[in-house]
């Protein structure tokens, strides 16, 4: 399993290298920075992509544009979180956050460049017939914007210091984080034809594997070594487990952890990678 996540995240990382290139010299700076914050990474919403279309059995080959777009769009949203006016982070992955190396004004370009090319991966990939383009690029699009992403940070900056409560720390997580990995579950499943009772059972999973690990996140931020974690750990600011304090952040983990594999119980054995791969989620805190 471990082998298969290694061999996924080499395919990822090279098909977005190969995506990512430019051959006209004016915007060899933009390109550099989308680049430089599309690399890396653990890959693991387009690791879980290719083990929900599993549960399928989706080709390989139909699930890596797919997968290459999430992480694309993921990656822009880094670049975005990390911006002095947002998280006023400078490290990330193991090295200078974007706009540490390329200025704020390239990292905004860049970072927008990064979610179009994410689209466009999936509205021109010849492996989907139109019908799944459209669905496709649909689950897509709203996973960064008013109902996901956008959504989420603009929660997590503006209003969660003023007051915060469980439900809003709630909203923060989902939309922030999980919403990307219900795009991911919805991407597989659309791909794979499910049937209702299958698709219902992947959104489950997704949002609830999607808390557990931001939950994951938090408490790197509260007891992470930014060596260890390769980003910014910020200690100082608010999140769920300096809401519940550690010990009740540790029973929701573990409650989400086991509501989200009891959500596959539909799918047999051939959920067991995704399971493997719920358990690999969390282990950075265990
Ligand atoms: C970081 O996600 C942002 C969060 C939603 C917590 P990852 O931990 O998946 O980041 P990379 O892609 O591996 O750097
Ligand atoms: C996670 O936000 C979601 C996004 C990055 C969009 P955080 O601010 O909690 O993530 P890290 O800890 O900086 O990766
Ligand atoms: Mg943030
Ligand atoms: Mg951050």
Do not use: W
């Amino acid at each position: 399993m471990k082998e298969r996540m290694q061999t996924i995240k080499k395919l990822i990382d090279e098909a977005i290298d190969k995506r990512l290139q430019n051959d006209n010299p004016l915007i060899e700076a933009l390109y550099k920075s989308a680049a430089y914050s599309a690399a890396g990474g653990k890959r693991i919403r387009a690791i879980y992509i290719m083990l929900a279309g599993d549960l399928f059995d989706v080709p390989q080959e139909k699930l890596i544009n797919p997968a290459c777009a999430i992480e694309l769009v993921h990656a822009a949203s880094l670049i975005m979180d990390d911006l002095p006016y947002m998280d006023d982070s400078q490290l990330r992955r193991g090295k200078p956050a974007n706009h540490v190396v390329f200025g704020q004004d390239v990292a905004l370009l860049a970072s927008i460049g990064l979610l179009s090319e994410g689209m466009q991966v999936v509205l021109d990939d010849a492996q989907l017939n139109s019908d799944e383009r459209l669905q496709i690029g649909s689950v897509l699009s709203s996973s960064f914007g008013f109902n996901g992403l956008a959504a989420g940070q603009f929660v997590d900056l503006k209003l969660k210091d003023k007051h915060v409560d469980f439900d809003i720390i709630k909203f923060i997580n989902q939309k922030k984080t999980a919403a990307l990995f219900l795009a991911s579950g919805q991407i597989a499943a659309i791909i794979g034809h499910a049937d209702e009772a299958q698709a219902k059972a992947i959104k489950d999973f997704s949002e609830d594997i999607g808390f557990a690990f931001q939950i994951v996140d938090d408490m790197l931020d509260v007891m992470g070594e930014e060596k260890v974690v390769g980003k910014t750990v910020a200690q100082d600011k608010m999140n769920f487990v300096k809401l519940v304090g550690m010990d009740q952040a540790k029973k929701y983990l573990d409650e989400y952890h086991q509501r989200a594999e009891k959500a596959l119980e539909i799918f047999g054995g051939k959920a067991d990678g995704l399971k493997e791969f719920s358990q690999y989620l969390i282990e950075r805190v265990r």
